[in-house]
Nanobody
Framework: VQLQASGGGLVQAGGSLRLSCAVSGGTVSRYNVGWFRQAPGKEREFVSVIRWSGGRTLYSDSVKGRFTISRDNAKNTVYLQMNNLKPEDSATYYC??????????????????WGQGTLVTVSS
């Protein structure tokens, strides 16, 4: 499975961005697709995940109510709509695919396929 993340950029606080993660090379319906982020000097942290089959989602407390994860079956793409962005959301965002149970999908160990990152910078 290959993942290609895109959509990062520079935005002012309070603004919005939509990240995309194109998934190819496997049976997408078997996977959970998650978003993680990593700021300089910090560990990679969970943001959100969607179970492709059924569409169930999970969010970290820090983004709940501001970010929305969704998928487009026809395009094999997962989106992360990020609204009301804050400077602390600045990080490199990574998408990843794994086929474990959804409730364990906040850990990086639940994923065995990773895309390259896309940089999000939120200015104050």
């Amino acid at each position: 499975v290959q993942l290609q993340a895109s959509g990062g950029g520079l935005v002012q606080a309070g603004g919005s961005l939509r990240l995309s993660c194109a998934v190819s090379g496997g049976t997408v319906s078997r996977y959970n697709v998650g978003w993680f982020r990593q700021a300089p000097g910090k560990e990679r942290e969970f943001v959100s995940v969607i179970r492709w089959s059924g569409g169930r989602t999970l969010y970290s407390d820090s983004v709940k109510g501001r970010f929305t994860i969704s998928r487009d079956n026809a395009k094999n793409t997962v989106y992360l709509q990020m609204n009301n962005l804050k400077p602390e959301d600045s990080a490199t965002y990574y998408c990843a695919a794994g086929n474990g149970i959804l409730s364990s999908s906040s850990s990086t160990f639940a994923y065995n396929h990773w895309g390259q990152g896309t940089l999000v910078t939120v200015s104050s």
